[in-house]
């Protein structure tokens, strides 16, 4: 079975300060990991996928196979990433995605 | 470009009563998904379609119907509406060429009283 973890509901930092949004899976086989984000009142989106190795928004997220982690980090928050972000994973069953329960971020000022 | 779209964004029902939910892509893409969320739960797929003419069971199919009716449209119906099937609901398509599912609509907000 595969299974998609983020362990804080929601994650409040200042503008500037570094944020790490925390993902853990369990998956037997060789998954691929995605990032979505929700802003609010827009659509949910896709934010960035392990496999590119891209920095979205100033976003990156590094796949940890020893970990079955794939945190999503970015080095200076604005206020304009507050937002749901949500952790996803798909398995060898096509685009089935299963996803993590969400973390909201909120950026102050 | 409409991308996804799903009609209602908004409904109320009593329970028993039955609804369906609709869905439309515009993008030709061969794989379309409904999902509910929850507070907490995250994204839980009800049933996919990966082509037209198949649907199949996703993580939580019981209590719902769906029918694809062609390449553009993926309905959702409910038979007899619970409590429980309160949440908010949302349609998916992907062009299946990676393993994301890229475009999703605006939702469907669904209360059972």
């Known amino acids: ?109 | 470009n409409a991308g996804v779209t799903q009609t209602p964004k908004f409904q109320v029902l009593k329970t028993g009563q039955s609804m369906t939910l609709q869905c439309a892509q515009d993008m030709n893409h061969n794989s379309m998904y409904w999902y509910r969320q929850d507070p907490g739960m995250g994204l839980r797929l009800i049933y996919y379609s990966a082509s037209e003419g198949t649907t199949d069971k996703g993580e939580v199919p019981n209590g719902y119907n769906v029918s694809r009716l062609n390449k553009r449209e993926f309905s959702l119906r409910l038979e007899s509406a619970a409590p429980s099937q309160t949440s908010v609901y949302f349609c998916a398509s992907s062009d299946s060429r990676g393993r994301e599912v890229g475009h999703f609509g605006d939702g469907t907000r669904l209360s059972i009283l």
């Open chain 1, 1 to 109: 079975a595969q299974r998609v973890t983020q362990p804080e509901k929601l994650l409040s930092v200042f503008k500037g300060a570094p944020v790490e949004l925390k993902c853990n899976y369990s998956y037997s086989g060789s998954p691929e990991l995605f990032w979505y984000v929700q802003y609010s009142r827009q659509r949910l989106q896709l934010l960035l996928r392990h496999i590119s190795r891209e920095s979205i928004k100033g976003f990156t997220a590094d796949l940890n196979k020893g970990e079955t982690s794939f945190h999503l980090k970015k080095p200076f928050a604005q206020e304009e990433d507050s937002a749901m972000y949500y952790c996803a994973l798909s398995g060898y069953a096509g685009n089935m995605l299963t996803f993590g329960g969400g973390t909201r971020l909120m950026v102050k000022p």
